[in-house]
């Protein structure tokens, strides 16, 4: 059974960093992977993939340059290092593995539960 | 970027109606479309996938068509389960969700 649990959220003040890891079991880690996320009441919002290497990353233009996506593939865990974070960065974050149905195609088939990033003074 | 517009933003239904949900991209995207279920605090669930293709384990009743710029979600009968938000998702260049659909109970 696949399993995605991150972890790592928690109160930071803005333009402050914070780390989230993505610990993933039950399947063979070396998918394309991604973080997408939902600010409260809000809808979803891809944030950033990284390919089954590590070798390529993108990133939505909201967060670029400020978040860093990468993987380790020998502990089978996905990383977001976040910062100078903002007060619209507050959301739960999911990470999300793609199904591997299509190449160059990456399509979502199983989430994590989600960790909650709150950006306040 | 490709921007997703999801109609309605809200559906109040009953049990066993036929539900469709609308999904316009701003330029096409092929069939490289997906559509997910949201239940509060839980994760996205994956349904439809390649605009048509059921992802395995979900029921029959959802049903996914559309290619280019236009397309829908239909359940043929809604279940009590099924009240939820729904999204659909372009994948063909990069990753853009619709801002989703409710479907409530009437």
């Known amino acids: 059974e696949v399993q995605l649990l991150e972890s790592g959220g928690g109160l930071v003040q803005p333009g402050g960093s914070l780390r989230l890891s993505c610990a993933a079991s039950?399947?063979?880690?070396?998918?394309?992977m991604a973080w997408v996320r939902q600010a409260p009441g809000k809808g979803l919002e891809w944030v950033s993939g990284?390919?089954?290497?590590?070798?390529?990353?993108f990133y939505a233009d909201s967060v670029k340059g400020r978040f860093i996506i990468s993987r380790d593939n020998s502990m089978n865990t996905l990383y977001l290092h976040m910062n100078t974070l903002r007060a619209d960065d507050t959301a739960v974050y999911f990470c999300?593995?793609?199904?591997?149905?299509?190449?160059?195609?990456?399509?979502?088939?199983?989430w994590g539960q989600g960790t909650l990033v709150t950006v306040s003074s | 970027d490709i921007q997703m517009t999801q109609s309605p933003s809200t559906l109040s239904a009953s049990v066993g109606d036929r539900v469709t949900i609308t999904c316009r991209a701003s330029?096409?995207?092929?069939?490289?479309l997906a559509w997910f279920q949201q239940k509060p605090g839980m994760a996205p669930k994956l349904l439809i996938y390649?605009?048509?293709s059921l992802e395995s384990g979900v029921p029959s009743r959802f049903s996914g068509s559309g290619s280019g710029t236009e397309f829908t979600l239909t359940i043929s009968s809604l279940q009590p389960d099924d009240f939820a938000t729904y999204y659909c998702?372009?994948?063909?260049?990069?990753?853009?969700f619709g801002q989703g659909t409710k479907v409530e109970i009437k």
């Open positions: 999300a593995k793609d199904a591997g149905y299509d190449s160059g195609h990456e399509v979502f088939d199983s």
């Open positions: 039950g399947f063979t880690f070396s998918n394309f």
């Open positions: 990284i390919s089954g290497s590590g070798g390529g990353t």
């Open positions: 330029q096409s995207i092929s069939i490289w």
């Open positions: 390649k605009a048509s």
């Open positions: 998702q372009q994948y063909n260049i990069r990753w853009t």
